[in-house]
């Protein structure tokens, strides 16, 4: 007997988006929500007049579960149309011909792909509130916890761990109001014909503008979606795809800047990911507690990325009224996005749950930069003194040079960077001085933790607007 054939999977479905998503954007949860929609349509056009039998609507709704994809693959073979392929299925089951009366396939797989769209954004939003919720509680946990702030990647200044999760979250924050402002002003292509005049719709209510209206007005009601589009052609602007795919990057680059973070600091062992029981960092090296679901992170939005540049090549491309080249971009850009943000939310609200730092390793790194990181602020009481601003610069910054060079060579019993300031005569700091300004930039964060504050104040008013959605905590992956 002859083998049957392997399906190649969908990695990103199978493995890292939520069951949710993955039955939206099934083939069965396609065809189902494509039948609802003929349906729909139907009954508004019975509504306005159209003479259609009470009982082919019953039937049709009782057919609408009853998928059977084999048997559409087998028709579409033959017609090579795959819309027309499932208009033959869906007939044939119900033992009726009244559905896609005035419609053209675009009438139905734009609609349907963008009410699919639509719920993912708000999937993806509400995956968003749970991350902020989250990261809001971690950061009031780690408000005054100081550490050594990096730019460049080189010790700078103080700040808080608070603060750092405050700088990506709200990052986060602006990402999640551009898709719920999204969401709530996605236009759909309605009932437009085959080239956007309205023209077979038109003809079948004998040239009634009003009944049409009102047709489409009954089908945006379905769909759930109060915007559409009043000029298009075959196809709704693929700009409006790109502008999906644009705001799923934004909303997760502040978790993928974190999650990069979070690489850094567990490389120095000033935090971790989290390390379930059980877990294996790496086959070979026994120690090791590799920042995996960070690196994950990362990858989805690399994925991201390249979407959004498939993205950009269909914006702008329209040719006259429409084309079929889109299709198969369209096909794996617009559901493998969703898929692939779905599960950066899944694994970042895990990292997010569990991740630690380690204040012992945080305050001796501390301890070793707090002279350099206060350079700015010997400056300044050099300044306050007299100093010339660019010549105590020039002079606090060749001895901080001289005492890192020093440390970085072992040389034992060499000037620290607070004796070779307090013995040069140019900057008039005295060691006393140079005593207080450390004991007091060991904890000078600046405004570190009032700003904190106001992004925790920011991210309570979305958990009151969207308090399940907060509740949320997340679903284990591999």
């Excluded at 050099?382 to 105590?392: F, T």
């Excluded at 040069?424 to 570190?448: F, K, Q, S, V």
């Amino acid at each position: 007997m002859p083998e049957e054939p392997e399906l190649a999977l969908n990695v990103l479905a199978e493995r890292y988006a939520s069951p949710a998503l993955r039955r939206l954007w099934s083939q069965r949860g396609r065809v189902v929500l494509e039948r609802r929609l003929w349906i729909a349509v139907l009954k508004a056009q019975r509504d306005l007049g159209l003479a259609v039998p009470q009982e082919a609507i019953n039937a049709y709704e009782r057919s609408a579960e009853q998928v059977d994809l084999d048997s559409i693959a087998r028709r579409e073979r033959i017609t090579r149309h795959d819309v027309k392929a499932r208009i033959e299925e869906f007939c044939a089951r119900a033992g009726w011909e009244h559905i896609h009366k005035g419609m053209t396939s675009r009438d139905l797989t734009e609609n349907v792909e963008q009410l699919q769209v639509h719920r993912s954004l708000l999937h993806v939003r509400d995956r968003a509130v749970a991350a902020l919720a989250i990261l809001s509680r971690r950061a009031k946990e780690l408000r005054d916890q100081v550490i050594t702030a990096r730019t460049h990647n080189v010790a700078a200044q103080v700040t808080t761990m608070g603060k750092r999760l405050a700088m990506f979250g709200e990052e986060l924050l602006r990402g999640f109001e551009t898709i719920e402002r999204l969401a709530a002003h996605y236009p759909v292509r309605g009932l437009q014909g085959a080239v956007g005049t309205q023209l077979d719709q038109l003809n079948l209510f004998e040239n009634d503008p009003a009944r049409v209206r009102d047709l489409e007005d009954r089908v945006l009601h379905h769909l759930g979606i109060a915007r559409h589009w009043v000029n298009t052609g075959q196809v709704y602007p693929r700009s409006l795809d790109f502008e999906v795919v644009a705001a799923l990057v934004q909303l997760a680059s502040g978790p993928a800047s974190l999650a990069k973070t979070l690489r850094l600091m567990a490389g120095h062992d000033l935090a971790s990911e989290g390390f379930a029981p059980g877990q294996t960092g790496s086959s070979a090296m026994p120690h090791k507690r590799n920042s995996r679901s960070c690196e994950r992170i990362q990858g989805f939005h690399t994925l991201l990325k390249g979407y959004l540049s498939m993205a950009a090549g269909l914006a702008g491309d329209q040719w006259n009224e429409g084309d079929v080249s889109c299709s198969v971009v369209r096909r794996v850009m617009l559901p493998d996005s969703f898929f692939a943000i779905d599960g950066l939310f899944e694994t970042f609200l895990t990292v997010l749950g569990q991740f630690e730092v380690f204040p012992a390793v945080i305050d001796a790194e501390i301890e070793r930069c707090l002279p350099f990181l206060l350079s700015t602020s010997f400056l300044m009481e050099a300044v306050k003194r007299g100093a010339g601003r660019e010549s105590a610069h020039k002079t606090v910054k060749e001895h901080a040079l001289a005492a890192a060079a020093d440390l970085r060579e072992g040389k034992a019993g060499s000037p620290t960077l607070l004796d070779r300031l307090a013995a040069d005569p140019r900057l008039e700091l005295d060691p006393d001085t140079l005593r207080r300004i450390m004991e007091e930039g060991r904890t000078n964060t600046g405004n570190a933790g009032p700003q904190v504050d106001a992004f925790c104040e920011a991210v309570e008013a979305i958990i009151a607007a969207h308090p399940e959605a907060a509740a949320y905590r997340g679903e284990a992956i591999l």
